[in-house]
């Protein structure tokens, strides 16, 4: 077990190795994953939990010592999915390769289906904030990187600060299409990567790139 995993979830009251006990494990973490979506992560208990996978309340006691450490089972390996995409900058079309990375992305955050639980643990849970603000700040590091080679390779605005750009990518990867629906509007995944690679590459550049990927193609 990692550091990080001893840090969300501590010690388990039992490590299940027979095939029958695993089983029973893996049915309280899809009934505990099913109910946080419908009712959120406070008004959700242990004994609900047990209740809708069907095993008395001993039971879950037996494999997680509470709610959260089941909650942070079924997070621990999805920390990197819940970050922003991480592009490759002046390989293809900016504009279609980071559309087709925050339509992806979209859709893995839809299918874990946990927008509803992680507002109220983040406001409630340090330890976690934590190691999500970690989580972040190393996409942040591997986006800046990925800047600084598009601008050691003149593809960027040369009067920009590269870190200011990249905590602005992130924030609208991270935020624009939450804000759309907000007013009503369908997120449009190409619009949303049109304003971020505006941000970063003068028009020639994204021209440029544009025009290499199709010539690309064509041979």
């Known amino acids: 077990m990692s550091d990080r995993e001893d840090q969300l979830t501590g010690e388990f009251p039992l490590i299940p190795k027979q095939e029958r ?20 992560y406070e008004h959700t208990t242990a004994k609900e939990i047990a209740a809708h996978a069907g095993v008395a309340t001993g039971t879950f006691y037996r ?20 970050m922003p995409p991480e592009p490759k900058w002046g390989v293809t ?15 893995r955050i839809k299918e874990m289906g946990m927008q509803r639980v992680l507002p109220e643990l983040l406001a409630k849970d340090t330890e976690f904030a934590e190691v999500l603000a970690a989580a972040k700040r190393k996409i942040f590091t591997r986006i800046l990187t990925g ?13 920009l600060d590269l870190n200011t750009v990249t905590w ?22 190409r619009e949303v990567a049109k304003v971020i690679c505006r941000l970063i ?11 290499d990927e199709t010539e690309a193609e064509e041979e």
């Open 21 to 40: 006990a695993q089983l029973k494990r893996d049915l309280l973490l899809k009934s505990g994953h099913e109910l946080f979506i419908l009712n959120g």
């Open 63 to 82: 494999y997680f010592s509470d709610k959260r450490q089941l909650l942070m089972s079924l997070l621990e390996d999805q920390i990197e999915m819940l």
């Open 93 to 107: 079309d900016p504009e279609s390769t980071l559309t087709a990375l925050l339509e992806a992305h979209d859709k």
């Open 147 to 159: 800047l600084k080679m598009a601008y050691d390779r003149d593809l960027t605005w040369k009067d």
């Open 168 to 189: 602005s990518l992130m924030t609208l990867a991270e935020h624009a299409p939450e804000k759309m629906k907000q007013y009503g509007n369908v997120t449009d995944y």
């Open 201 to 211: 590459f003068p028009p020639e550049v994204i021209k440029k790139l544009q025009s």
